[in-house]
């Protein structure tokens, strides 16, 4: 395992992205860090800058107003990244399927840029804070 | 002092006061709907609804709530929400735009900023021209949509319905 995983691993530092979310989703996130799960005693981390970040949380469907801005985010995290798309709308545009000012998923959007992307994916509607931990584990232990 | 600042010598109207308040501006009404006890509905053609709206919110004193566009195929309309919160009364003023081609109303946000929004958001999604509107910039669709796109209209131009297959 090269040291670039390892330290991902060890700590991942997550920076939240809500591409049009209805703020549910962001509030089980929230719930993450409240002292009843507490993700910061395995290291998750919420930081407020994409360049300090290993992971990528992003809640909603991706809108044609937030694509390039999810995209800009994207570039300026550290690779190598998880994304994880929280929820059913970020997962496969949920209700919003089909809608006029929908651009995609989260993992549509992210691989056009790279194809390679780590997507993770959480459904739920919202998902429940233990869903969220377990997808954080089962996509760490795959890296 | 208009008559909006006038707020202490308003007096308090039971629901039969305000019905009869309306006859203040009954001949700008093509007909009143009472729903139920406590819904109202004033039909009027968008020429009036300034006067009628003004007449709502500054003579009988009721709160703005929010206003809806709706494209019902043969005509546009846009319904203002008050609610006169002393009986609990939700008044609708619907104005209805005959004009399909070029529909326009008058903005209300002249006396009643708070609805400067709601008229940027239904001139972007259903393209009614808002008359002497202080700010017409774009509000909620994407920086990049298309000019001339209104996408909840009934009839969505071919152009957007490609745009969507994108």
Redesign the interface.
Same mark, same amino acid.
């Given at each position: 395992m090269n040291w670039k995983i390892w330290s991902l691993k060890k700590s991942p530092w997550v920076f939240h992205v809500n591409t049009g979310a209805c703020n549910n989703c962001d509030i089980e996130i929230v719930n993450l860090l409240t002292p009843k799960f507490d993700v910061e005693r395995f290291g998750i981390k919420l930081v407020g800058s994409p360049r300090h970040a290993d992971a990528l949380l992003v809640t909603g469907v991706v809108?044609?107003?937030a694509a390039p801005r999810l995209l800009e985010v994207y570039r300026q995290t550290p690779k190598p990244c998880v994304v994880f798309a929280v929820g059913a709308c970020a997962c496969e545009t949920g209700i919003f399927h089909?809608g006029?000012?929908v651009a995609g998923p989260v993992d549509k959007v992210i691989r056009q840029i790279d194809p390679n992307a780590i997507i993770a994916y959480v459904p739920g509607c919202p998902p429940k804070p233990e869903a969220m931990i377990s997808g954080v584990v089962k996509a760490l232990s795959v890296l | 002092m208009s008559d909006f600042l006038r707020l202490k010598e308003r007096r308090i109207m039971n629901h039969q006061q305000l019905i009869a308040e309306l006859a203040g501006i009954k001949d700008r009404l093509t007909g009143i709907d009472e729903t139920s006890n406590n819904r109202l509905y004033l039909n009027c053609k968008a020429e009036d609804s300034f006067a009628v709206n003004k007449f709502i919110f500054e003579h009988v004193g009721a709160r703005f709530l929010i206003a809806t566009g709706i494209d019902a195929e043969d005509c546009f309309e846009v319904l203002y929400h008050f609610s006169y919160d002393q009986t609990g009364c939700v008044i609708t003023v619907k104005a209805r735009i005959d004009d399909r081609q070029k529909p326009s109303i008058e903005s209300i946000s002249t006396f009643l900023p708070a609805a400067e929004w709601i008229e940027r958001e239904i001139h972007d999604l259903f393209g009614i021209e808002i008359i002497n509107h202080p700010d017409m910039r774009r509000l909620i669709?994407? =920086? =990049?949509?298309p000019e001339g796109v209104h996408?909840l209209r009934k009839r969505?131009p071919a152009e957007?319905a490609q745009e969507?297959e994108k």
């Open positions: 809108t044609r107003q089909n006029y000012h | 669709l994407s =920086d =990049d949509w996408p969505v957007a969507k």
